[in-house]
């Protein structure tokens, strides 16, 4: 038995965290309760703010405060260069380990017929009016090398054709600091056959 | 450079949680916002009234709702068993693990000097009362096993006996499914010297 139905009532919305299990969410409110009541404070007000004030920017369909995002309005960035991604996390690994300064477009997903996700759920009806107004002269191809990632990938490359647009798509390999030992078959078998001259 | 200042906040503010870094924050951030909005709104709603509706209760010191807890108002709870725990967790454990119906009371942490923590702190004056109102004949002490709650322990024990109450301790041993391999040497030497008549 709980000593408070506030408490309880705590746990229990904390687990729609991905990850947070019922022991976890204890521990997490425990300590909220009684280390920092001053964060929790903050966090439930920035969940609310952000729940409700964060939609998608028009342009690139990424997390946006505004109709336009910062990335879309920022005049200092390639608009020669259309990076596109499955998910804004994809947008943040990019940022964070390259050095691209072009555009984005989220596709919030993947093809994916299935799941009822087809070119419009996707966006493409916005990044086919992006196409063609002839600014982009390539489209980066960064969805997941999965089945369903490859297989929008092709759809998006045969677009930029459509448009006259150069298609790029992100090199395979083994990864650095990757052991051959580990590394599945597939990826294994192209960067043999994909190899070059040594430096 | 992130495309929503809001979400950035949100990432920030999710670190305050314990074990949660910047990256589980990123993912916890953008699965609230790509499938879960609606849960959340109710953690945002539910941290708000836990951080300024949850007080401690006036008799056990437990988080409570309301001036005295659900616990300490349960009339089919025994008076005369009083078990004295740490932490509120520790009572959470005690109650999923075992059939105790007694009642509790809770220090909020152990007696340590150098953390400016002394019986004042620790509410001893509380319990001292308690034990003075004459109704509690058993005070379980279950501190945890470190010099700290070993030390808090032995204080305990002595401010029972001064009110005439038994102090009881919680048994040390060979834990359930334990190796004897991967035990500590303190607690099997403890066993080894505690060993009971086999049944
Ligand atoms: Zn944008
Ligand atoms: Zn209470």
């Known amino acids: 038995m709980s000593s408070s139905r506030r408490l309880e009532e705590l746990i229990e919305a904390l687990r729609c965290l991905p990850g947070v299990g019922a022991r976890t969410a204890q521990r997490m409110a425990h300590h909220l309760l009684e280390r920092n009541r001053d964060g929790g404070r903050r966090l439930a007000q920035r969940l609310a703010e952000a729940m409700d004030g964060i ?22 960035r390639d608009a020669s260069l259309l990076c596109v991604v499955e998910m804004p996390a994809d947008q943040v ?10 555009r984005y477009f989220v596709l919030q997903g993947r093809l ?8 419009r759920e996707l966006g493409l009806d916005l990044l086919t009016e992006r196409l063609a107004e ?9 969805t ?4 369903e990632g490859e297989a929008t990938a092709h759809y998006l490359a045969q677009l930029a054709r ?3 647009v150069r298609p790029s798509r992100l090199a395979h390999g083994v990864p650095l600091g990757g052991e051959l030992e580990y590394i ?16």
């Open 184 to 199: 599945d078959r597939g990826t294994l078998a192209h960067a043999f056959g994909a190899r070059q001259d040594a430096g």
């Open 112 to 119: 994916s017929p299935l799941d009822g996700l087809g070119p």
């Open 93 to 102: 690994a990019i940022e964070q380990a390259t050095g691209y300064r072009g």
């Open 162 to 164: 459509q448009h006259g």
């Open 55 to 76: 939609g998608n920017c028009a342009r690139c369909r990424n997390f946006s405060d505004t109709e336009l995002c910062s990335v879309c309005t920022n005049a200092s």
């Open 134 to 142: 002839g600014e982009v002269r390539e489209l980066i191809i960064a």
């Open 144 to 147: 997941n090398p999965t089945v």
